[in-house]
């Protein structure tokens, strides 16, 4: 197509979002004037240089450095918007293309007979019901994936990445996606033993059910999201099962103590034992050099054939230190457009520090739900579709003992900020919720085993937080009752 064809083109498709394309920015056209850009929509901040659509040489417009969920549903959303074909790579440390990470810890580590979770079953973006994007997804669409050739030095001003196989790329705009790292026990104290497993990708999860097929006595080391998810799965697998974390219940950067026992006593019914108030002193070897024991602070040990470490996550910021990172809450600083402090370079998912606009304040989410919600706001900024704040509601959840066979799946979301007072309402079996007040507004809600209609109820409360009697609902006499009264307080304020 000639250069007239190429312009025709670019005023059809790509000037009503407000889109540098790549022709503009030729050495043999010269910079050509902006156009269409909406107003009052800050323009993307891409840098200029010639990009070869056909990737011949070291050019590529859009770059995304990192394979997880982020990636993924950033890559979908360029395709959306007509923008990914040719234009756009994707740089991987892994063997496969983007997938829903939360499966590792659940259905991925069922037990052989009872139907666990594989590729491609799982493949980005099927956890919110879109297309699975597969290999030949990406393939079909023009995406270049490099797998398995993570990046290993880059130059802002310069524009440059290289990977680990001696790759040079040129980017116009670039998205840091590169999620995090699993926090590790030192080596000096058995860390890295064989049979102590870390979980935050395939590999790893490969290398779990391989130590479960064989395993008598796992001990999983803290009691958080890894740390509850993993001892279900085990308990599915009838195994020896022993957690140990150092707080004084489950899952205390959200649970209440009252919640948390709740949840301990379904685990202990299902065989697995709690120690609270607890740290490990060393891993230690057995005669065959693979991990044996567990030994704790007080002098105690475990015996242990696997260990499962799930003390939490930190940003993978490297090589991109020089970006800017925030201090406080971790990770690479970015505005409410995911915009790094040096023009043409964002970051997004669990690696992103943003402000969290309902709460003013900046944050830190290692959650799927933030991932996917926040790679799809960054690409339509950066291709000048809006210029709207993130505004993201915090939620979270997790699904446990949903394997065949189990006598009670359990499913719990949670909206909003665990602040203020609390107020619990249910037995647990069938259900039970939590609402936490502060000077008399619902500003988090907690929900177990609910109906799909009351779980679409949490979002609105939390987002709005309506005022609600404190003393209604603690008379309230059931779940369904308590989250009516909220319900009717919500309408009172929107009428």
Same mark, same amino acid.
């Given at each position: 197509?000639?250069?007239?064809?190429?312009?025709?083109?670019? /005023?059809? &498709?790509?000037?009503?979002?407000?889109?540098?394309?790549?022709?503009?920015?030729?050495?043999?056209?010269?910079?050509?004037?902006? *156009?269409?850009?909406?107003?009052?929509?800050? %323009?993307?901040?891409?840098?200029?240089?010639?990009?070869?659509?056909?990737? $011949? /040489?070291?050019?590529?417009?859009?770059?995304?450095?990192?394979?997880?969920?982020?990636?993924?549903?950033?890559?979908?959303?360029?395709?959306?918007?007509?923008?990914?074909?040719?234009?756009?790579?994707?740089?991987?440390?892994?063997?496969?293309?983007?997938? +829903?990470?939360?499966?590792?810890?659940?259905?991925?580590?069922?037990?052989?007979?009872?139907?666990?979770?594989?590729?491609?079953?799982?493949?980005?973006?099927?956890?919110?019901?879109?297309?699975?994007?597969?290999?030949?997804?990406?393939?079909?669409?023009?995406?270049?994936?490099?797998?398995?050739?993570?990046?290993?030095?880059?130059?802002?001003?310069?524009?440059?990445?290289?990977?680990?196989?001696?790759?040079?790329?040129?980017?116009?705009?670039?998205?840091?996606?590169?999620?995090?790292?699993?926090?590790?026990?030192? +080596?000096?104290?058995?860390?890295?033993?064989?049979?102590?497993?870390?979980?935050?990708?395939?590999?790893?999860?490969?290398?779990?059910?391989?130590?479960?097929?064989? &395993?008598?006595?796992?001990?999983?080391?803290?009691?958080?999201?890894?740390?509850?998810?993993? $001892? $279900?799965?085990?308990?599915?697998?009838?195994?020896?099962?022993?957690?140990?974390?150092?707080?004084?219940?489950?899952?205390?950067?959200?649970?209440?103590?009252? !919640?948390?026992?709740?949840?301990?006593?379904?685990? *202990?019914?299902?065989?697995?034992?709690?120690?609270? /108030?607890?740290?490990?002193?060393?891993?230690?070897?057995?005669?065959?050099?693979?991990?044996?024991?567990?030994?704790? +602070?007080?002098?105690?040990?475990?015996?242990?054939?696997?260990?499962?470490?799930?003390?939490?996550?930190?940003?993978?910021?490297?090589?991109?230190?020089?970006?800017?990172?925030?201090?406080?809450?971790?990770?690479?600083?970015?505005?409410?457009?995911?915009?790094?402090?040096?023009?043409?370079?964002?970051?997004?998912?669990?690696?992103? $520090?943003?402000?969290?606009?309902?709460?003013?304040?900046?944050?830190?989410?290692? =959650?799927?739900?933030?991932?996917?919600?926040?790679?799809?706001?960054?690409?339509?900024? !950066?291709?000048?579709? =809006?210029?709207?704040?993130?505004?993201?509601?915090?939620?979270?959840?997790?699904?446990?003992?949903? =394997?065949?066979?189990?006598?009670?799946?359990?499913?719990?979301?949670?909206?909003?900020? /665990?602040?203020?007072?609390?107020?619990?309402?249910?037995?647990?079996?069938?259900?039970?919720?939590?609402?936490?007040?502060?000077?008399?507004?619902?500003?988090?809600?907690?929900?177990?085993?609910?109906?799909?209609?009351?779980?679409?109820?949490?979002?609105?409360?939390?987002?709005?937080? %309506?005022?609600?009697?404190?003393?209604?609902?603690?008379?309230?006499?059931?779940?369904?009752?308590?989250?009516?009264?909220?319900?009717?307080?919500?309408?009172?304020?929107?009428?």
């Amino acid at each position: 197509m000639n250069i007239s064809g190429l312009r025709r083109m670019a /005023n059809s &498709a790509l000037f009503k979002h407000g889109v540098l394309p790549w022709y503009q920015q030729s050495p043999f056209l010269g910079v050509l004037p902006r *156009q269409g850009t909406s107003p009052g929509v800050d %323009p993307p901040a891409r840098r200029r240089f010639s990009v070869s659509a056909s990737f $011949a /040489n070291e050019n590529r417009e859009f770059v995304i450095v990192g394979g997880g969920n982020s990636a993924g549903y950033a890559a979908r959303t360029f395709v959306e918007h007509g923008m990914a074909d040719g234009r756009l790579c994707i740089v991987s440390k892994e063997a496969f293309a983007p997938y +829903e990470r939360p499966a590792l810890t659940k259905a991925y580590l069922f037990p052989l007979d009872k139907k666990p979770a594989r590729l491609p079953g799982f493949h980005t973006c099927v956890g919110s019901g879109g297309e699975r994007q597969t290999p030949e997804w990406y393939k079909d669409h023009g995406i270049e994936v490099l797998y398995e050739d993570p990046v290993i030095n880059f130059d802002a001003k310069n524009q440059t990445l290289v990977t680990s196989t001696g790759k040079l790329l040129k980017y116009g705009s670039l998205i840091i996606a590169t999620g995090c790292s699993a926090s590790r026990l030192p +080596e000096k104290i058995g860390g890295q033993l064989p049979g102590v497993h870390y979980i935050r990708d395939i590999a790893d999860a490969d290398s779990l059910v391989s130590s479960l097929e064989k &395993a008598k006595k796992v001990v999983v080391v803290g009691g958080g999201y890894i740390g509850m998810e993993v $001892a $279900a799965a085990t308990a599915a697998w009838k195994l020896d099962t022993t957690v140990v974390f150092p707080e004084d219940h489950l899952m205390p950067r959200l649970f209440t103590s009252s !919640l948390a026992h709740r949840y301990e006593d379904l685990y *202990q019914a299902n065989g697995v034992k709690f120690l609270k /108030n607890k740290s490990i002193s060393k891993l230690e070897a057995g005669s065959d050099g693979k991990v044996a024991s567990v030994k704790l +602070e007080d002098g105690s040990t475990i015996d242990a054939d696997t260990v499962v470490v799930g003390m939490g996550a930190k940003p993978a910021v490297s090589p991109f230190e020089v970006v800017g990172l925030n201090s406080k809450v971790g990770g690479i600083q970015v505005d409410s457009l995911f915009r790094t402090s040096l023009p043409g370079i964002l970051a997004i998912g669990d690696v992103a $520090a943003f402000p969290l606009k309902i709460y003013d304040r900046i944050a830190r989410v290692e =959650h799927v739900d933030h991932a996917r919600k926040s790679a799809a706001h960054c690409v339509k900024a !950066l291709l000048g579709i =809006h210029n709207d704040s993130y505004d993201y509601l915090p939620y979270f959840y997790s699904r446990v003992f949903e =394997h065949e066979g189990s006598t009670r799946k359990v499913w719990w979301q949670f909206f909003g900020d /665990n602040v203020g007072e609390t107020v619990e309402i249910g037995n647990f079996d069938p259900k039970m919720a939590c609402f936490w007040l502060e000077s008399g507004r619902l500003k988090g809600i907690f929900l177990e085993s609910g109906s799909p209609q009351e779980f679409e109820l949490l979002p609105g409360l939390a987002r709005r937080q %309506p005022i609600v009697s404190k003393s209604k609902l603690q008379s309230a006499p059931s779940v369904e009752a308590a989250l009516d009264i909220a319900r009717l307080a919500l309408v009172a304020e929107t009428t």
